[in-house]
């Protein structure tokens, strides 16, 4: 059955962005990701000027969900301690550890200064929230790095098969060795 409704550029970023966690940067061509959208290349051309255009609004699309949005949420959240908790929740949610995994492994230096910022995003965010429950500067940056350490780790883990079983217990656990 063809497609009756316009395709908009964030259609074809998330198709792109799905086909990135997938298969990295290469894996984010025109015909592949038309064929996931089940559209023309031609509906592609109206929107992008190229291959690299779709990439740029993939890895654009990724950053607000993994930065802006992310921090507006936590931003409603008093209590530090549960919004670390709710930081590394959505961290590790489905298919965002392994993507963040993906982008830091890329040669690609456009998909890598995106990783670059979401994580540095994410640090400030952690060790802002150590500095409230009482850390000095230099040591709420540390924890800050070893709990997202940890969280990389923790997805490495998930990628080859062995995930925590109940991942909210495992974070409970994970923050309670971290938190003062």
């Known amino acids: 059955m063809p497609r009756t409704a316009r395709l908009s550029r964030d ?3 998330a198709a792109a962005l799905a086909a990135l966690a997938e298969g990295g940067a290469a894996a984010v061509a025109v015909e592949p990701v038309a064929a996931r959208l089940k559209a023309s290349k031609s509906s592609f051309y109206w929107l992008f000027d ?6 740029d609004a993939a890895l654009e699309l990724w950053e ?4 802006e949005r992310v921090a507006t949420h936590l931003a409603a959240i008093p209590d530090p301690a549960e919004r670390m908790r709710t930081l590394f929740r959505l ?5 965002n550890a392994d993507l963040a995994l993906r982008l830091t492994g890329e040669a690609n230096t456009s998909v890598l200064a995106v990783a670059g910022r979401v994580t540095r995003r994410r640090l400030e965010i952690l060790e802002a929230s150590f500095r409230e429950l009482g850390m000095a500067d230099g040591q709420a940056g ?8 940890t969280y990389l780790g923790t997805a490495v883990l998930a990628r080859v098969g ?5 991942t909210d ?3 409970d656990d994970l923050l309670a ?4």
């Open 91 to 95: 961290a590790l949610s489905t298919g």
């Open 11 to 13: 259609d074809w970023a």
């Open 162 to 166: 062995v995930a925590p079983a109940d």
């Open 142 to 149: 540390h924890r800050a790095t070893a709990v997202y350490a």
């Open 50 to 55: 190229n291959r690299s255009a779709l990439l």
């Open 177 to 180: 060795a971290y938190l003062p």
């Open 64 to 67: 607000r969900e993994q930065t």
């Open 169 to 171: 217990a495992y974070v």
